[in-house]
Every structure is written in structure tokens, then in C-alpha cells.
T-cell receptor
Framework: GAVVSQHPSWVICKSGTSVKIECRSL??????MFWYRQFPKQSLMLMAT?????????EQGVEKDKFLINHASLTLSTLTVTSAHPEDSSFYIC?????????????FGDGTRLSIL | GENVEQHPSTLSVQEGDSAVIKCTYS??????FPWYKQELGKRPQLIID?????GEKKDQRIAVTLNKTAKHFSLHITETQPEDSAVYFC?????????FGTGTRLQVFP
């Protein structure tokens, strides 16, 4: 149980393109989802916390107009990287937490490797 | 906010030896401390976790200890195997956020 599916797994696109990444909880309802970014050989950095039906909470230094997050249902959150540039190239990973509150573990998706040319 | 430090950044051991990774956290309100194993290009996988009301937890070859007073926690892997080679991350959770340490690259040589 507790499977999180993330798509696409790999994206290569031209500079200026907008890219949408989907994160789905397949067998549980996720009131809260989290988006992380991981640069090569570095740690996971929390970008934003996404709550179903409300606006996402962004971490300091993360541009909310650049990284649009939508959490329209209890099983789906999307991250859109708008007008992506080479410096946005990174590994983006989502995680989802079950409905029982913040004491529940986070379950991670497989990640999306984004390469902007 | 919470800050998690992790060391060492790299650790090389011979197969069969033990490996210990240590983390410290800054916010005494943090109450949940998971450890993740991440292989190259893959998702972090939860290997063990501990809550603040427990001092030690063990699962076969893996154990975690927590010292709330000193605000540090450690991962212990005994009888290491080559398949244990990966990057290990500690994390601390304060309310809703999971803050990760900087990672330890563990290499187990046959």
C-alpha cells in the first residue's frame, strides 16, 4: 500500500517551455503533498507544501509564480515549472502523506528528471 | 526553522563491518525522525523511523537511536553488505515539514 505515482519520469525540453509534473496517490487519499527539488549529489530541498483545495505554502526563496502548484483532489497534485530555463534543470520529487494527519509517514514518488536545453 | 546536520558525508566500510551515521537537529519541537535510503536516480525509501517518545528502535540489521536532550540521532547498520551501498538521508519533522540532512554516501566493499 501507500503508492505514489509521479509522471513524467524524464523530461527534456527547450528553454522557455512550461513543464507540468503530476503526483498521484494511488491507494490512499493525500490531504497534503510535498514538492522537493534535488540537485546532483545534494539533499532534498522542500519547495512547497500542497494542501487539497487551498493555496500551496512555498518555502523561502521559491518563486510561487515560477513553480505553480495545484492540488485539485485528494489524489492529485501538479507542479508546473513555467518558462523553464537551464538553471531549473533538476530532479523533482513529490511525496504524499495520508489523511490521518501529520504524524503519518511521507511516501515518495519516483521523481522527475527535468533537463532544460 | 529546523536545521538538520548530517555526517559523515562519505563512509566506506568493508563488507561485514558496521556503519554509523549521525545527525543533529536544532528545533526541540521536532518529534519524528525518519531515515531514507536513496539509490542513484531513484526515490528515497524509508528504512526506519523513530518518534520522540522512543530512545531506540531496531529492525534486523538496522537500528536508530535518539537523544532528545542532545538533539541528535544516529543510524546503525550492522553486518553491512554491498547492497547497502547508497546515499542515506536523515530527516526531522516539525509539525508538517520534513527537513532533510545533507546525506551520507555509504560504500560497502566486498
Amino acid at each position: 500500500g501507500a503508492v505514489v505515482s509521479q509522471h513524467p519520469s524524464w523530461v527534456i525540453c527547450k528553454s522557455g517551455t512550461s513543464v507540468k509534473i503530476e503526483c498521484r496517490s494511488l491507494d490512499f487519499q493525500a490531504t497534503t503533498m510535498f514538492w522537493y527539488r534535488q540537485f546532483p549529489k545534494q539533499s532534498l530541498m522542500l519547495m512547497a507544501t500542497s494542501n487539497e483545495g487551498s493555496k500551496a505554502t512555498y518555502e523561502q526563496g521559491v518563486e510561487k509564480d515560477k513553480f505553480l502548484i495545484n492540488h485539485a483532489s485528494l489524489t492529485l497534485s501538479t507542479l508546473t515549472v513555467t518558462s523553464a530555463h537551464p538553471e531549473d534543470s533538476s530532479f523533482y520529487i513529490c511525496s504524499a502523506r495520508g489523511d490521518s494527519g501529520w504524524s503519518q509517514p511521507q511516501h515518495f514518488g519516483d521523481g522527475t528528471r527535468l533537463s532544460i536545453l | 526553522g529546523e536545521n538538520v546536520e548530517q555526517h559523515p558525508s562519505t563512509l566506506s566500510v568493508q563488507e561485514g563491518d558496521s556503519a554509523v551515521i549521525k545527525c543533529t537537529y536544532s528545533d526541540s519541537a521536532s518529534n519524528y525522525f525518519p531515515w531514507y535510503k536513496q539509490e542513484l536516480g531513484k526515490r528515497p525509501q524509508l528504512i526506519i523511523d523513530i518518534r520522540s517518545n522512543v530512545g531506540e528502535k531496531k529492525d534486523q540489521r538496522i537500528a536508530v537511536t535518539l537523544n532528545k536532550t542532545a538533539k541528535h540521532f544516529s543510524l546503525h547498520i550492522t553486518e553491512t553488505q554491498p547492497e547497502d551501498s547508497a546515499v542515506y538521508f536523515c530527516a526531522a519533522r516539525n509539525t508538517d515539514k520534513l527537513i532533510f540532512g545533507t546525506g551520507t554516501r555509504l560504500q560497502v566493499f566486498p
